[in-house]
């Protein structure tokens, strides 16, 4: 706590009075992000550092796995928050963004033993990544009664990124604006070693590195 202190004095005598102008625009002007960056609440994950950003650029959204639930008709945070993003601030690009050596997939990957361990909400939170898991058994034969081995963890992380873009279409405003190519999604899986990205394709069925992925807009 007392770095956190330190770097709360730090930021209020220097950081803030050093950029002064940005934040008074935040103030007069509002927000108006581009982007809706939904990743995992892993500590080890800094959007704003991974993607070179400052206050204001992105409205993020942050869960255990990065999870988008499908659209129902009980109202949670993910879903008014995605609502608002889209509806309200005009977002044009949602990215969900998986990580390397994520907790929550690796806890999807033996749900009895989060059940076991006690945790009920954790459990019924990482239902939504099932279809990820399920797709990962298929492919490699696992009965359903078993764990997937750990190695089968970055295919997970990968394939779960992938479902959740899928979950992130039944929303309603969302569905709307893909179909009116007001609104792009992408799917990003960000390696916390070696800082590389990747990226699924426009299909939603492939990862590609980053440079690939978004070539036409690197000019260097």
């Not at 004095?9 to 625009?25: E, I, M, T, W, Y």
Request: hydrophobic share 40%; proline share 5%.
């Amino acid at each position: 706590m007392e770095r956190l202190i330190k770097g709360v004095l730090n930021f209020q005598r220097k950081v803030h009075p050093a950029n002064r102008d940005l934040f008074a625009s935040l103030v007069d002007e509002g927000q108006s992000p581009d982007v809706l960056f939904i990743t995992c609440s892993d500590s080890r994950i800094d959007p704003n550092m991974v993607t070179g950003s400052h206050p204001g650029d992105l409205f993020i959204c942050r869960n255990a796995g990065n999870i988008v639930p499908p659209h129902n008709n009980v109202t949670g945070g993910m879903t008014a928050s995605i609502e608002y993003a889209v509806a309200v601030l005009g977002v044009r690009h949602i990215i969900i963004c998986g990580h390397t050596d994520c907790g929550a997939i690796k806890g999807a990957l033996d749900i009895n033993a989060i059940k076991e361990a006690g945790l009920p909400h954790v459990k019924e939170w990482l239902g939504h990544c099932r279809s990820a898991m399920e797709i990962v058994r298929e492919r490699h034969g696992i009965p359903w009664n078993e764990p997937v081995d750990s190695c089968h963890l970055h295919e997970a992380i990968e394939e779960n990124v992938l479902q959740q873009v899928q979950h992130l279409r039944t929303h309603p405003i969302v569905a709307a604006k893909l179909a009116t190519n007001k609104v792009k999604v992408h799917g990003w899986v960000y390696d916390i070693r070696s800082g590389e990205i990747l990226c699924s394709d426009d299909f939603g069925s492939e990862f590609k590195p980053f440079a690939e992925r978004y070539a036409e807009f690197i000019t260097e």
